[in-house]
């Protein structure tokens, strides 16, 4: 019989889970009972069974550990009867989402704020996710968040802490705590997608690769792949060690953040490949020699290709994008005669399609690509797939790109992002653009005519829910678009994000400046939308 002590407590305003899970500053989630509602809330919308398995691990950012000991000793007075977790609290998110899998956890609890910086000044987050490995579905996020408002107690266990950094079983208050080697399951379950024969052969042929970890999770899943089971040098794998404040750099796989590495490959002395991965594991940045990826091309050469990798052979079932996403997975999906599916953003409207299989491959702008091995996006995987594929065509990255492009033609597309904007002000801009959507069809800014103007709306085609206002559409009839929405990845004020794109067919200028390309979609979005006025931003603070 475990003795529970219960802890009375009162709501805090916020907790709102957001597109991946609750995220705030450190000093918010270190204030008394803040931490434990949110996890007591989670509890109490999952009533765990008795003989329920909880996995619990993060990317190693600063108060992980602080957390994984305080939910352990929670788990165990909430009744579940084991908890696995990574060793050093280490567990990238796509490798807790095998864990859940493999394990049949009833869930996991992932600790981080993802790409967003750590430190004690800056940010953390808690996100749940259910049995199938994916995050958790609206449903039980918004019961999350009723209980949050309502919670006044929260159930522990007197214990001391447990040694995270030594593999091995402990008991605590008669629940079984395994500490787990946080990178074998992931790398073994690699071993079973891949030529890992055929990559090792074109490594030791000559191939070469950086791939920056930022600080991050990825580090030690990538010495063990990259550098230990294909073979490649030692010090391909930079930036390995994951730190509590990713060596005082913002983990993001962008242009901006992973600045070093691009201008590497843009250089003389440039491997073949260029890749980097973010703070939990889960985003991937892919250039070659010479040439940058986005993430929405990304996508659509990994499906047209992904039948080049043992276990995907044969079982191209569909893709899904989610909406902000080029349409540049579209075509492909046309030209293989399998469904594409268009989502809102968050890998859990991804969850349903995978568990359906209705799709194989998946994937978003913000740099995150998966398939259905796991279900939640996957930087490593990302790489390792683009390795496939670079020695089964025996050619480089360039040349991949240029063959995708003179087939199904090219999307030109961007992200603009103004971060940290008056959140009164950002809502104001999307609430008066909103109500002008209908008064837009029609209507010319320079050579462009709207042909439709829309608040997206997703009807899950497997259970049927409906998601609405999941971001403003502006339809051009030349097939360009832009489309607005605000993010719910951030912590402080709010982020607006504009995407711009703009098709060319096969028989256009396939390899021309994006910005130039651009250039009538983003004159169009300032006008529609008053961009400056409303954020008093001249500029975009990130472009991707």
């Excluded at 597109?19 to 270190?30: C, D, E, I, P, Y």
């Excluded at 509590?244 to 070093?260: Q, R, S, T, V, Y």
């Excluded at 030109?412 to 959507?437: C, P, Q």
């Amino acid at each position: 019989m475990r003795h529970v002590v219960t802890m009375k407590s009162t709501p805090f305003e916020g907790q709102a889970p957001g597109t991946s899970g609750l995220r705030k500053k450190v000093r918010v989630f270190q204030q008394p009972g803040y931490t434990e509602n949110f996890i007591q809330a989670v509890f109490d919308v999952v009533k765990p069974e008795a003989g329920a398995t909880l996995v619990i691990g993060g990317d190693g950012r600063f108060h992980n550990r602080t957390v994984i000991q305080q939910a352990i000793r929670m788990a165990a007075a909430n009744g579940y009867d084991r908890v696995l977790v990574g060793q050093g609290g280490i567990l990238s998110t796509p490798a807790a989402s095998h864990v859940i899998r493999k394990y049949e956890a009833s869930g996991g609890l992932v600790l981080s704020a993802s790409h967003n910086p750590g430190g004690p000044d800056e940010d953390f987050g808690i996100k749940y996710n259910i049995t199938n490995g994916g995050p958790a579905p609206e449903t039980v996020t918004g019961a999350i968040h009723e209980r949050t408002k309502t919670i006044d107690r929260w159930l522990t266990v007197e214990a001391d802490d447990i040694d995270l950094d030594a593999v091995g079983e402990t008991v605590v208050v008669g629940m079984t705590v395994s500490v787990i080697d946080p990178v074998a399951d992931y790398a073994d379950l690699m071993e079973t997608l891949f030529d890992f024969a055929a990559i090792r052969a074109m490594v030791k042929s000559g191939f070469t690769m950086r791939f920056d970890a930022m600080g991050a999770v990825t580090g030690p899943y990538a010495h063990e792949i990259l550098e230990r089971r294909l073979g490649l040098a030692a010090g391909t794998v930079v930036n390995g060690t994951p730190l509590e404040d990713f060596g005082g750099h913002h983990p993001d796989p962008n242009l901006i953040h992973a600045k070093e590495l691009y201008d590497l490959m843009m250089g003389a002395d440039a491997p073949d490949l260029g890749a980097a991965s973010d703070g939990d594991g889960d985003r991937n940045l892919i250039i070659g020699r010479g040439r940058f990826i986005t993430p929405s091309d990304s996508l659509a050469m990994l499906a047209a290709n992904i039948e080049v990798a043992p276990a995907y052979r044969g079982r191209l079932a569909g893709i899904a994008r989610s909406m902000p996403t080029s349409a540049a997975a579209d075509r492909v999906a046309e030209a293989l005669n399998v469904p594409i599916f268009e989502t809102p953003t968050g890998w859990k409207f991804f969850g349903n399609l995978l568990d359906a299989g209705k799709v194989t491959i998946c994937g978003e702008e913000s740099a995150g690509t998966g398939s259905d091995h796991v279900r939640e996006k996957d930087g490593v995987w990302a790489v390792l797939l683009w390795l496939n594929i670079l020695a089964a065509r025996g050619v480089g990255v360039d040349a991949i790109a240029r063959e995708h492009w003179a087939r199904f033609g090219r999307n030109y597309y961007a992200r603009h992002d103004y971060e940290g904007i008056d959140t009164d002000r950002a809502n104001a801009l999307m609430e008066g653009l909103k109500a002008r959507l209908g008064e837009l069809p029609g209507r010319g800014f320079g050579p462009l005519t709207v042909a439709v103007a829309d608040s997206f709306s997703y009807t899950d085609p497997v259970d049927g829910s409906i998601s609405a206002n999941q971001g403003l559409r502006i339809l051009f009839d030349d097939g360009s678009r832009v489309v607005f929405r605000l993010s719910g990845t951030g912590t402080q004020g709010a982020t607006l994000r504009v995407y711009l794109e703009s098709y060319v067919p096969p028989s256009g200028d396939l390899d021309a400046e994006t910005a130039a390309m651009l250039a009538h979609q983003i004159n169009a979005a300032e006008e529609i939308a008053g961009i400056a006025e409303h954020t008093g931003r001249a500029a975009p603070d990130v472009i991707t």
